[in-house]
């Protein structure tokens, strides 16, 4: 069983920043794709950003510029830096592992954590 666990989130105030961190563990494995995706309530949950094993990352287009994504391959760990922050980036936050592949391949998730841009 993989557990992921977020933390980071809290209150910031438009044009700040804040970092949230991601940890998964469980039985010895080696997740492809470390992402984080958010959502708020009446909207679908939505990628944010993620990177592959290899370094390759994907950006939201909302998010170009602002986010950087990063993560530790041997620690399965991984981080989102969000800067210039807008009340539009509300949302709770989840991060993800995707482990295995082929017919065996899952994605764990995170319980999520929340992020409130606000004045």
């Known amino acids: 069983q993989v557990q992921v666990v977020e933390s980071g989130g809290g209150l910031v105030q438009p044009g700040g920043s804040l970092k949230l961190s991601c940890a998964a563990s469980g039985r010895p494995f080696s997740a492809n794709v470390m992402g984080w995706y958010r959502q708020t309530p009446g909207k679908e949950r939505e990628l944010v950003a993620q990177?592959?094993?290899?370094?390759?990352?994907d950006y939201a287009d909302s998010v170009k510029g602002r986010f950087t994504i990063g993560r530790d391959n041997d620690k399965n760990t991984a981080y989102l830096q969000m800067n210039s922050l807008k009340p539009d980036d509300t949302a709770v936050y989840y991060c993800t592992a995707d482990i295995g592949s082929g017919p065996l391949a899952f994605r764990a998730w995170g319980q999520g954590t929340r992020v409130t841009v606000s004045a």
């Open positions: 990177m592959f094993s290899d370094g390759r990352i």
